[in-house]
């Protein structure tokens, strides 16, 4: 009875103090109960080979991990005083600079640079360009590789029939992965330099990806993975890392132009925006698995279960949940911590997440994907800070 007093009282005492408070702190609990597997994570992933693609999306997990107030989610992403230097990042923003090519690819030069991307090496250009105003030491050195990047992507790289940038430097092909490869560092520049034009055409080329790779799945329309300008589909599949990689761009993409002076001439273009990462959540969310995970393809390929996927769709909700509270509910939270718990009870005494699909053979599961350890980062990182709202 005295027992059940305090409990009432607790209940009423912490609801009148702060409705917020109610929901987030048993999060803010279980955040904390799973700290020691974020370094762990951490660890996995740096001790990993990284190519360029994986250069880019690493920096991009530890950006936000350790260095979260400079990522387009936090309070100086375009420049100002972060207060601490983002050490973290720029160490891996170096290498990818270092290892740029003289054609403007970042992270290229790895084994014989003959890696036919085009748009991967941008993953590292917003952490690249991050270094020109935050280590002015060699502010001109991290400009000129950014530069080169954005030179590369705007002027270089092939072209479909409709002016989408191609994902591939030897052909005109349409991958999902270039979504959060290439558009995000294009509006981050754009935001950097107070250019318009550059925010436009990044929302453009999310635009014309969703219009080449969409297609109807049993669970809703969502994006098929590869598709030739010449009519061939070379990866008809419903991927769950590819509909992953259109949501973490277009996400970036959305939340770096809502952070400009230009918001208020491009809300159509972010209400899109934000509407087709709904769309990718729905159809991938309605697909999850009794295990919780999302499975690797939905059609066109094996239905096992993926924390890869899984915890970059997770990060995806936390996001969009703090960031577009009106337009997404709590629901998609009540997902992301199903989804959240089967990652991280996955995660095996090594720090790698398991199982994962394998980052080079799209149908096997692997041992061990950066780009996986990544994706766990942007979920632990997007949880805690949904917690903290
Ligand atoms: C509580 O949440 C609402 C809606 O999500 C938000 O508008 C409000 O600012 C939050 N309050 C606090 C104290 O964080
Ligand atoms: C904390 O972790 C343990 C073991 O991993 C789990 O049994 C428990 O439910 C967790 N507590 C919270 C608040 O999530
Ligand atoms: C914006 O960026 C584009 C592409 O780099 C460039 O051609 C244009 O001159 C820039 N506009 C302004 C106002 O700086
Ligand atoms: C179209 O592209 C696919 C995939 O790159 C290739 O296999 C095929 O040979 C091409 N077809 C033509 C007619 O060029
Ligand atoms: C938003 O998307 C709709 C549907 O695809 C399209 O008709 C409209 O032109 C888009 N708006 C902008 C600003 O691109
Ligand atoms: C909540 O999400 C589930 C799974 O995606 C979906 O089936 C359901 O309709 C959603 N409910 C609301 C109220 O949006
Ligand atoms: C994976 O795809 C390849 C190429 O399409 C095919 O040969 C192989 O049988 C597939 N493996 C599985 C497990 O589906």
Redesign the pocket.
């Known amino acids: 009875m005295v027992l059940w007093l305090i409990g009432c009282w607790l209940t009423l005492a912490v609801g009148a103090y702060?409705?917020?408070a109610t929901i987030a702190s048993p999060e803010a609990a279980a955040y904390d109960n799973y700290s020691g597997i974020g370094p762990s994570i951490r660890a996995a992933m740096l001790a990993s080979i990284r190519t360029s693609w994986e250069q880019g999306t690493a920096a991009g997990g530890i950006l936000e991990f350790d260095d979260p107030e400079y990522s387009v989610f936090g309070s100086s992403p375009f420049g100002g005083d972060g207060g601490n230097f983002p050490k973290s990042t720029l160490q891996l923003a170096f290498s990818a600079a270092v290892r740029q090519t003289p054609d403007g690819r970042l992270s290229q030069d790895i084994g014989d640079a003959l890696d036919g991307a085009a748009l991967d090496g941008a993953s590292a250009g917003s952490v690249v360009l991050l270094g020109s105003f935050t280590d002015p030491s060699r502010s001109n050195y991290w400009l000129d590789a950014a530069n080169a990047e954005l030179n590369y992507i705007l002027n270089v790289a092939p072209r479909t029939s409709t002016g989408a940038i191609s994902h591939r430097a030897d052909s005109r092909q349409y991958w999902a992965d270039g979504v959060y490869m290439g558009f995000p560092y294009i509006a981050y520049y754009g935001a950097a330099t107070h250019n318009s034009t550059l925010l436009q055409v990044a929302y453009d080329q999310c635009r014309l990806y969703r219009d080449a790779l969409l297609i109807d799945g049993p669970t809703g329309k969502l994006w098929a993975h590869i598709y030739d300008d010449n009519g061939t589909w070379v990866d008809e599949g419903i991927w769950g890392s590819g509909n992953a990689w259109a949501a973490l761009g277009m996400l970036r993409v959305a939340v770096t132009i809502q952070k400009t002076k230009f918001a208020s001439d491009m809300i159509p273009q972010v209400h899109n925006l934000t509407s087709w990462i709904k769309e990718i959540l729905d159809g991938e969310f309605a697909a999850l698995l009794p295990s919780n995970l999302i499975p690797d393809y939905i059609t066109g390929g094996p239905a096992f279960g993926d924390a890869s996927s899984s915890a970059a769709l997770a990060s995806v909700a936390y996001r969009v949940a703090a960031l577009y509270?009106q337009q997404f509910g709590r629901n998609y939270t009540h997902v992301a911590a199903r989804v959240r718990n089967a990652v991280l009870g996955g995660v095996t005494n090594l720090g790698t997440l398991s199982p994962v699909v394998n980052p080079l053979v799209w149908n096997e599961t692997g041992l061990l994907s950066t780009e996986s350890q990544a994706f766990g980062l942007m979920m632990l990182s997007a949880w805690r800070d949904w917690t903290r709202?």
């Open positions: 702060s409705s917020n509270p709202i």
